[in-house]
């Protein structure tokens, strides 16, 4: 049974381009949330899809945006680009009737580096 | 307002020993407050939570204490072993007025133990 996986693993962009992640959610899960953990710091909740519908956002602009496939997978985009988006981004996964901690299991991230 | 931190940035301990990991909340109206490890290029790896109503619980060589009246958790590890060696982060886990539950973590604890 796989976990949840993220790709690509790591990504150079320059700024002000646009780049485009993705996550598929273990086995069963139909929940995905986004994070972004700066480099020394804890995660932080960027948005979270069910139903391919975006139920809730952190405090992130509208350069981040999400998309959530009917098989469940997700993509996250950011627009234009800036130094500061270079992070870990993370991708969890849930099932929405079992919404309690030990359910929610963590890709192991892709490294965004904006140069 | 969110916020979850913790007292010490780095922790190092002799191997055998018992490592404490504190943490300071402020939101007290989460339902879970959890321990993440995670190891480096990893994602977050769920160790164990509390809900809100208790005050101890115990796994595997682990145990977490919730004081609510100071708005404080803690991670013991016993007979800490050079595997324990990572970043610990705290969260807490609720509902949002949008329904859906979040992740609010802390900024990390980094433990290196020595042989």
């Known amino acids: 049974d796989a976990g949840v996986t993220q790709s690509p693993t790591h990504l150079i962009k320059t700024r002000g381009q646009q780049v485009t992640l993705r996550c598929s959610p273990k086995?069963?899960?139909?929940?995905v949330s986004w994070y972004q953990q700066a480099l020394g710091q804890g995660p932080q909740f960027i948005f979270q899809?069910?139903?391919?519908?975006?139920?809730q956002r952190g405090n992130f602009p509208d350069r981040f945006s999400g998309h959530q496939f009917p098989n469940y997978s997700s993509e996250l985009n950011v627009n234009a680009l800036l130094l500061g988006d270079s992070a870990l981004y993370l991708c969890?996964?849930?099932?929405?009737?079992?919404?309690?901690?030990?359910?929610?299991?963590f890709g192991p991230g892709t490294r965004l580096t904006v140069l | 307002g969110e916020s979850v931190g913790l007292h010490l940035p780095t922790l190092s301990v002799q191997e055998g020993d018992n490592s404490i990991i504190n943490c300071a909340y402020s939101?007290?109206?989460?339902?879970?407050f959890i321990w993440y490890k995670q190891e480096s290029g990893k994602g977050p790896q769920f160790i164990i939570d509390?809900?809100?109503?208790?005050d101890k619980r115990q796994g595997q060589r682990v145990t977490v204490l919730l004081n609510k009246t100071v708005k404080h958790l803690s991670l013991q590890i016993a007979a800490t072993q050079p595997g324990d060696s990572a970043v610990y982060f705290c969260a807490e886990y609720g509902p949002t007025q949008g329904g859906s539950e979040k992740l609010v973590f802390g900024k990390g604890t980094k433990l290196t133990v020595n042989p």
């Open positions: 969890a996964s849930s099932l929405v009737n079992n919404p309690v901690p030990n359910e929610q299991f």
């Open positions: 939101n007290s109206a989460s339902d879970y």
């Open positions: 899809y069910y139903e391919e519908e975006e139920r």
């Open positions: 086995s069963g899960h139909d929940t």
């Open positions: 509390i809900r809100s109503n208790m």
